[in-house]
């Protein structure tokens, strides 16, 4: 048998991003073994019984001196103090990625804590459902067809790019590839925004006394239009205040649609009203998911 | 076998909305005949070979003079020229209902345009998915466990009340009453605003040369939200501007929440902004459509 792409790796946060991106790895018959770092005792052995992990990692300095590859998988706000834990220890080919759903934050948090180090980092961003969690969650087949995107850095080395999208290409994932800023702007855009805009519709509604009454009307078109606003309430604050540059940008734009809407309703100008709903129509009836 | 419930019903607009109300009642026995107009001729004869009407009306005097029940399914705007036509020939014991997504205004043109006859008029809204349209949509089960929400005028007996709402509730829908100042308050909060910022968020990135890019990482967060946003421009523009002065209290109302979470973003103030997104999150977990 040959031998695998990876012959160690080591996976810090078990959960669904971290047990998935092993279980396809291990599926592929791509890596060879792969270690767990993780907060909860109680996960990193349940990781270990679904076959997620083959060991559970005891020093963090030992097992990330000959690792092929790092995965940070854990909550982007707990990234800093792991690069700071890992970077003395790194060996020489050690390459890392993370599986962070905002980059300009990581990529500030990799140049403040791994040093010279850096260089060994491609930063990563798998866009995979995030309505579970946890390690009972992760599956082999997460990242089949989804897209991941990679945000490297100048001081990136084309053979370590290389080498992390293969790993991700390794879970079935379409890897593309952005700078830091390009990807932050993009997903404030066609992400972080419609989060903000359906917790802001909720939250509107939830305050008012007549809340019962109003939601016993509402029907499929709130029902889509709010199902995010069922999201996880610590990760969007962390990823709003991760990308809050980028997010108020788009904020204020979409502020200013609505008065403009604001405006032609008022004025009852039909022919306004209709193409701004038409242009939507056209290009939202045109676009499907890929 | 006993006498049907309504020996003769009227329908103007035999698409998705009247052509689904005749067939639920034929299905449920509960019509001897069903008489059709409409403005386009092949419309009216495909309706009639799907058994929805059993003849194309031709004299609407003669029609509504002796019918049981008069249905209004055609778009709002339509409907003040019909009540003109028919207010003068209404029998005595006919009841006039409609289909219309708003009500305030359809009351205000059948107080100025049914005359005396308004008394008769029993103002509904059957709240029915609107993705597809035409005689070839209609289905007899469409209101099956849907929503009707009846919004009677004062001037209505309860007995008239009391008939419309067999009417609705032998298509199997689920009927309610409001008045209309409250419907249209309501539905401007949960499905017409709704509509408008799925409408505006897709617009604001319809306008934007890197469109392409944006859409190409957009998910499933992205696809539900705007879903609503392919929705047909000439109706949403038409509930809008019937609608208007409850839709842009809303839209203020939205705009001010936006404004404090862009505020809350600006200050970096997590608490608040987790705050918000768990209020929204709670009531949007615990709301299951109904």
Redo the contacts between chains.
């Keep these: 048998m040959s031998e695998p792409q990876f012959k160690k790796i080591v996976i810090f946060g078990v959960g669904l991003i971290g047990g998935s991106f092993a279980l396809a790895l291990r599926k592929a018959h791509a890596v060879g073994e792969v270690v767990g770092f993780g907060r909860s005792e109680a996960t990193l052995q349940q990781a270990q019984q679904l076959g997620i992990i083959n060991r559970i990692g005891q020093d963090v300095a030992a097992e990330v001196s000959n690792a092929d590859l790092v995965l940070l998988a854990t909550p982007v706000g707990q990234m800093a103090e792991l690069m700071v834990r890992i970077a003395p220890h790194l060996g020489v080919h050690t390459l890392v990625t993370d599986g962070g759903s905002t980059k300009s934050d990581v990529v500030a948090a990799a140049r403040a804590n791994l040093g010279s180090k850096v260089v060994q980092f491609i930063p990563a961003h798998p866009?995979a459902?995030a309505e579970k969690s946890g390690a009972g969650a992760a599956q082999a087949d997460l990242y089949q067809g989804r897209?991941v995107?990679l945000t490297p850095l100048p001081e990136n080395s084309q053979e370590a790019v290389a080498r992390v999208r293969k790993a991700w290409e390794l879970c079935g994932a379409a890897v593309s590839e952005l700078t830091a800023e390009q990807h932050d702007a993009?997903?404030a855009?066609?992400?972080h925004?419609?989060?903000?805009?359906?917790?802001?519709?909720?939250?509107?509604?939830?305050?008012r006394d007549n809340?019962d009454?109003?939601?016993?009307?509402?029907?499929?078109?709130?029902?889509?239009?709010?199902?995010?606003?069922?999201?996880?309430?610590?990760m969007?604050?962390d990823i709003?205040?991760a990308n809050?540059e980028a997010?108020?940008r788009e904020?204020?734009?979409?502020?200013a649609?609505?008065?403009q809407?604001?405006a032609a309703?008022?004025a009852?100008d039909?022919v306004r009203?209709?193409q701004?709903?038409?242009?939507?129509?056209?290009?939202?009836?045109g676009?499907t998911?890929?």
Tied chains: 1, 2.
Excluded at 213 to 234: K, N, V
Excluded at 251 to 255: E, M, V
């Design positions: 866009i459902g897209k995107v993009v997903f855009a066609v992400s925004l419609p989060h903000l805009l359906s917790f802001a519709l909720v939250h509107d509604l939830a305050q809340r009454l109003l939601l016993s009307f509402a029907a499929s078109g709130f029902r889509d239009f709010t199902r995010i606003a069922a999201s996880s309430p610590e969007w604050r709003c205040l809050r997010l108020l904020l204020q734009i979409y502020i649609e609505l008065k809407m604001s309703l008022e009852g039909a009203l209709e701004t709903f038409r242009a939507a129509r056209e290009l939202r009836a676009w998911e890929q």
